[in-house]
């Protein structure tokens, strides 16, 4: 069997250590790509200092995993079912009980979540909230900060441990130790931080430009949600 974490792969990148083919990509999981590389749409990107991360809170992005696109489910709950396999559900049709996630793009290991067990599975921010922040969204709106929150494009299941090592660090500072993970990284990077208008430091683009030099033909992710949350949808002043 296939994971839909390989065939996300597929899609957005083709890696000679994978034996993917266009029949393998049948489930729509990854964003479907416009055609244009991710190389070229980084260099589109404006490039400045990083801000202060004075005033950041994570509250300014609205609270945690709200059911944005009015589908009954939290994001988190939305998110872990796009990305693990042999998922079950409670009663309710929507709270993931259980799952695994096959080749973690950060690790490359396979884990096995059960909700209230050890807590091994995070919904990462493929670009921080607090790097973002310092980036461009402290001057915006509160309802596009909770549309990037929740932004499929912008979020992934990934081994806890690796996320939290991470943390708010931008691709200068930390990249995933699963190599053949990495092109795919950049382009979701570059697609998410292109989708919100967010900056780059010089060092990040070069860091992505480095990634994606090895990989030129990888083309871009598309998210199709808004970039403003609906209006009932409010975070702090």
Excluded at 35 to 57: M, N
Aim: charged share 25%.
């Amino acid at each position: 069997m296939i994971s839909r974490r390989v065939r996300a792969t597929c899609v957005l990148v083709l890696l000679a250590a994978t034996s993917c083919t266009v029949d393998d990509v049948t489930d729509g999981q990854a964003p479907a790509g416009d055609g244009r590389p991710a190389l070229a749409a980084l260099d589109d990107l404006t490039v400045k200092g990083r801000a202060g991360r004075d005033g950041y809170d994570r509250r300014m992005f609205g609270s945690p995993w709200p059911d944005v696109d009015g589908n009954d489910c939290g994001t988190r709950d939305d998110i872990l079912a796009r990305d693990l396999d042999d998922v079950t559900r409670d009663e309710d049709g929507c709270t993931v009980e259980s799952g695994t996630l096959t080749e973690d793009p950060f690790t490359g290991a396979t884990i096995d979540f059960v909700r209230g067990g050890p807590s091994e599975v995070d919904i990462d921010h493929l670009v921080a909230l607090s790097d973002a922040w310092q980036k461009g969204a402290r001057t915006w709106e509160p309802a596009k900060r909770i549309a990037l929150a929740n932004d499929p494009l912008n979020l992934l299941a990934v081994d806890a441990g690796a996320n939290r090592q991470k943390g708010d660090a931008d691709a200068a500072t930390w990249l995933p130790s699963h190599q053949p993970y990495r092109c795919t990284y950049a382009a979701a990077q570059v697609a998410v931080k292109q989708k919100y208008e967010l900056w780059v430091t010089e060092a990040e683009k070069q860091a992505l430009a480095r990634i994606l030099g090895d990989c030129p033909d990888t083309e871009l992710p598309q998210g199709d949600t808004p970039t403003t949350a609906p209006p009932e949808f409010s975070a702090p002043d």
